[in-house]
C-alpha cells in the first residue's frame, strides 16, 4: 500500500486490487472497535451467531469501498482541506452524535450495526479518503480516533478538541499542505509515476 501511497493524489488502481486492500483495511481498522457489539452478539444468539454478524458488519464497509471507488479521484490540496473541514463539521452535528450512540447498542443484525457505525466515522473516513486513502500512517491515525469514539462514551471537552482539529487540519492542508505528512507525494514517487505514465 504504502507503494502506490501518494497522499491526495493517490491513484485507486484496478478495482479488484483496490477493494481487496480496502477489505483488508476495514477489517483491520474496524474489527477490534467491534468486539464489544460481537460479545453482546454471542451472549444473545450464541456463538453461531458471531460468523454472520461480523460478516454482514464488514459487508457493509465493502459496500463503502465500491462507492469509494466509484466517486475518487486524484486531487489536490485545495478539495482535501475542504473535505477535511467539512468533516470536522460533520463531528458537531446530532447527525453524528446520534450514528454513535447507536453505535454502542446492541444489535441483532451486523448490516444495522454497520450501518450506524458508517454514520458514527463517516467523518473521520472521509479525512482518511481525503488526506491519502491507501496511507498506512493515516489508517493507524483514524483507525485509532475510530477505536477511540466506539469504546468512549460522547463527551464534549474530548469531541469538540478533536472536530477543532480536523478544522485546523484542514486549513492547513490548504494553506500549507506541505507541512502535512503524507499529503504531498515524494518527488521519488511522482518521477516514478511520470515514467510510467510515458510507457503506456
Not at 12 to 23: E, R
Not at 172 to 199: F, K, Q, R, Y
Amino acid at each position: 500500500m504504502n507503494g502506490m501511497a501518494m497522499g491526495a493524489a493517490t491513484p485507486l488502481g484496478p478495482f479488484v486490487f483496490f477493494i481487496t486492500v480496502w477489505a483488508s483495511m476495514m477489517a483491520a481498522m474496524m474489527l477490534p472497535g467491534s468486539a464489544p457489539a460481537v460479545l453482546r452478539r454471542a451472549q444473545a444468539g450464541g456463538v453461531r451467531a458471531v460468523p454472520i454478524f461480523v460478516g454482514s458488519y464488514l459487508a457493509i464497509w465493502t459496500l463503502a469501498g465500491l462507492g469509494v471507488y466509484a466517486f475518487y479521484r486524484p486531487h489536490g490540496s485545495f478539495i482535501a482541506g475542504g473535505l477535511v473541514i467539512a468533516a470536522g463539521v460533520y463531528e458537531l452535528t446530532p447527525l453524528k452524535r446520534h450514528f454513535r450512540r447507536r453505535c454502542r447498542e446492541s444489535f441483532r443484525s451486523g448490516f444495522e450495526y454497520g450501518l450506524c457505525c458508517m454514520g458514527s466515522s463517516f467523518g473521520l473516513m472521509l479525512t482518511l479518503v481525503a488526506v491519502g486513502v491507501m496511507s498506512v500512517g493515516w489508517m493507524a491515525v483514524i483507525a485509532a480516533l475510530i477505536l477511540a469514539q466506539k469504546l468512549v462514551p460522547s463527551r464534549a471537552p474530548i469531541d469538540m478538541p478533536l472536530a477543532l482539529g480536523m478544522v485546523g487540519l484542514g486549513l492547513l492542508i490548504v494553506i500549507a499542505p506541505s507541512s502535512v505528512p503524507g499529503l504531498t507525494p515524494p518527488m521519488a514517487n511522482l518521477i516514478d509515476g511520470a515514467a510510467h505514465i510515458n510507457l503506456l
